[in-house]
């Protein structure tokens, strides 16, 4: 009898635990290979809390060895590089280094982290590693030109891009940021060329047509530039940006009308530039349509710099062009106080266009190209007034 109770009561409760069971199920913790494919699946689809929080689990379940375990270190340390944490992600890269010491992924990863803090040569020997290892990928000659560009060094970067160009052809990114390359290096024509083929691959991209229009007005062609401005705000580029880019290029050009209209576009999407607030006031002005209020109002709020705010003054009739030609005096010979001249001759060439004074004005603005080698809205646009008068030298 005594047996037959403790079999009945084994088996009430073996009933309700699996009762129990069914109504709060434990859910069993996964092991580490499902950990790291989960890590992957967040990181992918940019969940990086979960990416770094399965890796973390992959890591500790103590089942993954060798190229997996190493991988999950990987995966852990992009996440935090992600997230904003540059710092303990390079310490996940050197713990995936360790484990398995070909780690191109780790490699790669850790050179993008080192840049991110500054310390571009140790970030170039990290990419150097990822390139010998595997010299036969896009990916590791792409990452190592930008490395270069933030090290300073446009002409390595070059050759980089181009390497990873001869391993995948259509490789826009790597197109896009040789064309940046090249417009540091003053090779405009061969930046045009390069974002001809980001266009010509991807039509729709509106940041290619951005970048190409500024290659246009490095080399004087401003109708070009007008267009591909245009072209970027049609395909989605709404920023202040491209509006007073275009604004500026249709100053140049002598439409000021469209000038000024695009100029208080990019103010309405929040510009905030002292030199917008100057030629919103030219183009308004030249346009017959002179409205201070916007150029006084930054004026007093202290949104102008020093050389802006003496352009300010003087469009504004606070100081006379005497004291204007004084402000642009430089106080010593170097480059920054030159610039700073030319930049203020060619506000008093304008302030003395609007006051019908030509004679003046043309030789002011001779001046302000004369002094500066350096294209310049302002010396580009003494040149523009210049040509437009009719008169060079």
Known sequence: MKTERNLHFFLWTAILFAALLALFPVAAHADGAVDLKDAQIALENGRLLNAIRFADQAIDSGDLTGVALGHAYVLRGIGLHRSGDPLRAIDSFFDSIQIYPRSVDAFSNLGLALDDVGRHEDALQALDRAVWLRPDLATTFYNRGN??????????????????????????????????????????????????????????????????????????????AETDFGDAISRGQK???????????????????????????????????????????????????????????ALEAGKLGEWQAVAAALLLGFIDTDQAFAAAAPGRPDRDAVVRQARILFYVGEFQLLQGEIVQAVQSLRDSERLSAFRTREVMGATAELNRLGVRR
């Open 147 to 224: 490395s270069y560009i933030r090290a300073g060094d446009p002409l390595k970067a070059l050759e980089d891009y181009r390497r990873a160009l001869d391993r995948e052809p259509e490789m826009t990114k790597a197109m896009t940021n040789r064309a940046s390359a090249y417009l540091q290096l003053g090779r405009n024509d061969d930046a045009i060329a390069d974002y001809d083929r980001v266009i010509a691959l991807t039509p729709e991209d509106a940041a290619a047509y951005f970048n190409r229009a500024n290659a246009w007005i490095n080399i004087g062609n401003f109708a070009r």
């Open 239 to 297: 920023t202040s940006a491209p509006y007073q880019r275009r604004g500026d290029t249709r100053f140049l050009l002598g439409k000021f009308v469209a000038a000024q209209e695009d100029y208080a576009r990019a103010l309405l999407a929040g510009a905030d530039d002292g030199q917008l607030y100057l030629w919103h006031h030219l183009a308004a002005a030249h346009a017959g349509q002179a409205n201070s209020g916007a150029l006084a109002a």
